[in-house]
């Protein structure tokens, strides 16, 4: 005898409900957020797109906004990943979705800083694990955007140890505090090391789907490059 399983209506929809007003909340947190003003229609895309409930929940959370569904809906986002193989320049801008910043210390500030993370360095006190941002949550990137860094300095005689980091929340002060997630390292070793720090230029490119960071030593004119993906 063949076993069946029924489930009631009411609960196979409920399996859908976070879903849903996940899906509501992320399109009302962007809209709430000034980068786009006069929405007057929002596109499904996606086999998730044809999903009655889905639709159904847009069409409640957002009633003056038209809801357009494409009979492909199913093989657009494939049509879109193919055409961008193809001609990459299609897509002229991106909104950046974290704030991208770097891992340095600056002198410490009783005012403003925790005692905790002071540290003194050549008879200076410093505060360590600083966030510093150089790319911004939800700005327009322009594809080629180059962003020149203010000077940095190596944290020892070889060189210096730069942590990348990103975070979703405003007015981070630490990289410590589970605020932040950290994207990646980058090592960069200097020529003819000396007792004396060296003056180093960073470049940030949001060129493409990854972004570039480049150090030079302005002394030796020697440089490196890293690559870091964007995060989405």
Avoid at 30 to 54: D, H, P, R, W, Y
Avoid at 132 to 158: A, L, R
Avoid at 198 to 222: A, H, P, R, Y
Wanted: glycine share 6%.
């Amino acid at each position: 005898m063949q076993r069946k399983i029924r489930i009631e209506p009411i609960f196979a929809k409920s399996l859908f409900k976070t879903t849903c007003d996940n899906v509501v909340t992320l399109i009302q947190s962007v809209l709430q957020q000034g980068t786009v003003v006069n929405v007057s229609s929002i596109l499904l895309v996606g086999g998730f797109a044809e999903c009655k409930m889905v639709q159904n929940a847009l069409k409640t959370a957002f009633p003056t906004i038209n809801i357009i569904l494409q009979d492909d809906s199913g093989v657009i986002v494939l049509k879109g990943a193919v055409l961008f193989g193809y001609k990459s320049d299609i897509i002229s801008s991106r909104i950046s979705r974290y704030t991208y910043g770097v891992s340095c210390y600056v002198p410490f500030d009783k005012r403003f800083h925790e005692q905790k993370r002071k540290i003194a360095m050549k008879g200076e006190s410093y505060c360590i694990k600083i966030f510093d941002p150089f790319m911004w949550i939800n700005t327009s990137i322009q594809v080629g955007h180059t962003i020149i860094k203010k000077e940095y300095s190596t944290d020892n005689k070889t060189g210096c140890m730069c942590r990348v980091y990103i975070t979703n929340k405003d007015n981070v002060m630490y990289t410590d505090t589970g605020e932040c997630t950290l994207l990646g390292e980058f090592r960069f070793s200097i020529k003819n090391p000396c007792r004396e720090e060296k003056e180093l230029k960073v470049t940030f490119n949001f060129g493409d789907t990854e972004f570039s960071m480049t150090v030079l030593d302005l002394e030796s004119k020697c440089e490196k490059k890293e690559f870091f993906e964007i995060q989405r």
